[in-house]
């Protein structure tokens, strides 16, 4: 799988939008963009993720550049909850073993009341 | 999303002695399921993957012997940590593979093992 590179930590104001940038230049075709929150002593939970168009769920905003190198979720009104340390993950979308995902260091996301 | 559920959550041993983690995926079949490790402050490392009715893979420097892993049905997996050590000492969290739900990988709320 295409590393990525996240930064470390961010901070955020609660109420206002977190954007949380993504780096995967070695991206391949066939490699979706995945993302996922870990909380303090939980397991990690799913997000969102995309291919090459842009995605929206209830949590988050997925933005992928049109050249796929980089992407950015977005949390358009951070709360308190929000806090994490947030994983960019890219993966190949088939295969059963194949699907195992391989965690960087993340970045520490603070939202500040 | 799909519900992956972890027991125990935490759990006390005695070194030398082996305990067992159980995962369940409770409202979908789990062709492959995963087990990761995490230590305080590191992220997770995976440590074997496991699919249904066949032997885990494990991740080079894993010792398969240590750390057994049995899938016998679509929604059980066992990790058994044996002779366990204050090393061993660590969150363990299991993750499962679904084809539905757009083939997300879900995770469970994960177990703290602390070998004394």
């Known amino acids: 799988d295409a590393k990525t590179t996240q930064p470390p930590s961010m901070d955020c104001a609660e109420g206002r939008a977190a954007n949380l940038p993504c780096n995967h230049s070695?991206?391949?075709?066939?490699?979706?963009v995945y993302w996922y929150r870990q909380i303090h002593s939980q397991g990690p939970q799913y997000i969102i993720h995309?291919?090459?168009n842009n995605e929206t769920n209830e949590m988050a905003s997925l933005i992928i550049t049109e050249d796929r190198k980089s992407s950015t979720l977005i949390l358009p009104h951070a709360t308190l909850r929000d806090t994490a340390v947030y994983y960019c993950?890219?993966?190949?979308?088939?295969?059963?073993?194949?699907?195992?995902?391989?965690f960087g260091k993340g970045t520490l996301l603070t939202v500040n009341p | 999303g799909a519900v992956v559920s972890q027991h125990p959550s935490r759990v006390i041993c005695k070194s030398g002695t082996s305990v067992k983690i159980e995962c369940r995926s409770l409202?979908?079949?789990?062709?492959?399921m995963f087990w990761y490790r995490q230590f305080p402050k590191q992220s997770l490392m995976l440590m074997a993957t496991?699919?249904?009715?066949?032997?885990?893979?494990?991740e080079q420097g894993v010792e398969k012997d240590k750390f057994l892993i049995n899938h016998a049905s679509l929604t059980l997996s066992t990790l058994t940590v044996t002779s366990a050590h204050p090393e061993d000492s660590s969150f363990y969290i299991c993750?499962?593979?679904?084809?539905?739900?757009?083939?997300?990988?879900?995770f469970g709320e994960g177990s703290w093992l602390t070998v004394v």
């Open positions: 993750s499962a593979y679904t084809a539905t739900a757009g083939n997300t990988i879900y």
């Open positions: 070695t991206i391949s075709g066939n490699e979706y």
């Open positions: 995309g291919l090459k």
């Open positions: 993950i890219v993966r190949v979308n088939s295969g059963g073993s194949n699907y195992k995902l391989t």
């Open positions: 409202d979908f079949q789990a062709t492959t």
């Open positions: 496991s699919n249904e009715g066949s032997k885990a893979t494990y």
